[in-house]
């Protein structure tokens, strides 16, 4: 699930000896599947683990992950790294804001992830953002704007030249898309 160079396990492993004995390190998730999801690491005493918790060991402690961010951290590697800027531990976590789907995914959860991960962190920059509300019989992907796009004046542009051109030609099986959005233009409104 998570990787930690062995950099990072002596940086740990040296933070950790100024703990009580057994804490150890807690990576989470916060607002996991977002476009606002941040990944974290911090001490974890012994006393805070969950029974639900999942425990990685290394080399002289464990990393403790919570069952809700589990899926997020898949593929994530912790890396301690030493620049002319100094040292610093990083947290790489690509699926942090969707979570990674199976070879076996259906339809509706493939064109979800797409929105989530290609989608949406370009709607963030005008602080919207789109969901799947259905697939019809006949293919068209039914979405649903808010935030920001919601009484977007662009907002038919984004829908026909960005977001159906790209799930046309990523999926075989969508033959367009439809926004059920009742567009209400307001100070929420990107111009």
Request: glycine fraction near 8%.
């Amino acid at each position: 699930m998570i990787s930690i160079s062995e950099t990072a396990q002596a940086h740990f492993a040296k933070l950790l000896a100024d703990q009580s004995q057994q804490t150890n390190i807690r990576v989470f998730v916060v607002n996991p599947g977002t476009s606002q999801a941040e990944c974290g690491v911090s001490y974890c005493p012994e006393d805070a683990v969950e029974d639900s918790d999942i425990r990685l060991n290394f080399n002289g402690f464990d990393a403790v992950v919570d069952t809700e961010s589990a899926p997020f951290l898949e593929e994530a590697e912790i890396d301690f790294v030493t620049d002319k800027m100094g040292t610093q531990l990083t947290l790489k976590a690509p699926n942090a804001k969707a979570r990674k789907i199976g070879e076996d995914a259906t339809l509706n959860e493939r064109v979800q992830h797409m929105l989530e991960t290609e989608v949406n962190p370009q709607l963030a920059n005008h602080g919207g953002q789109v969901s799947l509300v259905e697939i019809t019989a006949a293919g068209i992907a039914v979405l649903q704007f808010g935030g920001g796009c919601n009484g977007c004046s662009m907002i038919d542009v984004t829908l026909k030249e960005g977001i159906e051109k790209e799930m046309i030609a990523k999926f075989e099986e969508i033959t367009g898309v439809a926004d059920i959005t009742e567009h209400q233009a307001g100070d929420h409104s990107y111009y």
